[in-house]
């Protein structure tokens, strides 16, 4: 049973723009922290930004001051908001979830900035 689903990736050029959407399915419950990873090809998956049920955030030093995560906890939902693109973005964007009653990854989705 798929619980974490990422959508939103695709082509852009260098200084492009896109927003990944992670929407957890209604059986998620309390949901504490939502964060994103990023594994490009041959890198380990690593940190980008993580919002908790608070609304504090973190960021990877790399995206401060490009990327903006948020969510609409109604809707069980995060967003990742990707400003000032560059090719060291591209990669596998994941989902990660924090909840009461679960805990896990989504299946991933592909950004790749290239001109």
């Known amino acids: 049973q798929v619980q974490v689903v990422e959508s939103g990736g695709g082509l852009v050029h260098p200084g492009g723009s896109l927003r990944l959407t992670c929407t957890a399915s209604?059986?998620?419950?309390?949901?504490?922290?939502m964060s994103w990873y990023r594994q490009a090809p041959g890198k380990r998956r690593e940190f980008i930004a993580g919002i908790r049920s608070s609304g504090t955030t973190d960021y990877a030093d790399s995206v401060k001051g490009r990327f903006t995560i948020s969510r609409d906890s109604a809707e069980n939902t995060g967003y990742l908001q990707m400003d000032g693109l560059k090719p060291e973005d591209t990669g596998v964007y994941y989902c990660n979830v924090e909840a009461f009653n679960w805990g896990g990854w989504g299946q991933g989705t592909q950004v790749t900035v290239s001109s």
């Open positions: 209604r059986s998620v419950v309390g949901i504490s922290f």
